[in-house]
């Protein structure tokens, strides 16, 4: 079993910055891909930015440039850098693992970005 642990979310201004973490543990196999997707109120959850365990990155074009994803493999932790936040930033941000054909979600953790 592989459980998730999500933390960092808050609330904070347009063109602030925050710093989430997403802990996995459990059976975690040295090959893997963590990733983060928020979920918009009303909307349905979508890629944000996803790490290979050999460090290859992928983000959602909304976030290039203002977003960077990392990774420890030693600690199985997932942090994303975010800067320059925008108000349509805001949602539910959520840690996904894929590992052997299977996907593991954490609770998640809520942005907020508003004057």
């Known amino acids: 079993q592989v459980q998730l642990v999500e933390s960092g979310g808050g609330l904070v201004q347009p063109g602030g910055s925050l710093r989430l973490s997403c802990a996995a543990s459990?059976?975690?196999?040295?090959?893997?891909?963590m990733g983060w997707y928020r979920q918009a109120p009303g909307k349905q959850r979508e890629l944000t930015a996803v790490i290979s365990s050999g460090g290859s990155t992928n983000y959602a074009d909304s976030v290039k440039g203002r977003f960077t994803i990392s990774r420890d493999n030693a600690k199985n932790t997932v942090y994303l850098q975010m800067n320059s936040l925008k108000p349509e930033d805001t949602g539910v941000y959520h840690c996904?693992?894929?590992?052997?054909?299977?996907?593991?979600w954490g609770q998640g953790t809520q942005v907020t970005v508003s004057s």
């Open positions: 996904r693992l894929d590992q052997l054909g299977r996907a593991y």
């Open positions: 459990g059976s975690i196999f040295s090959i893997n891909f």
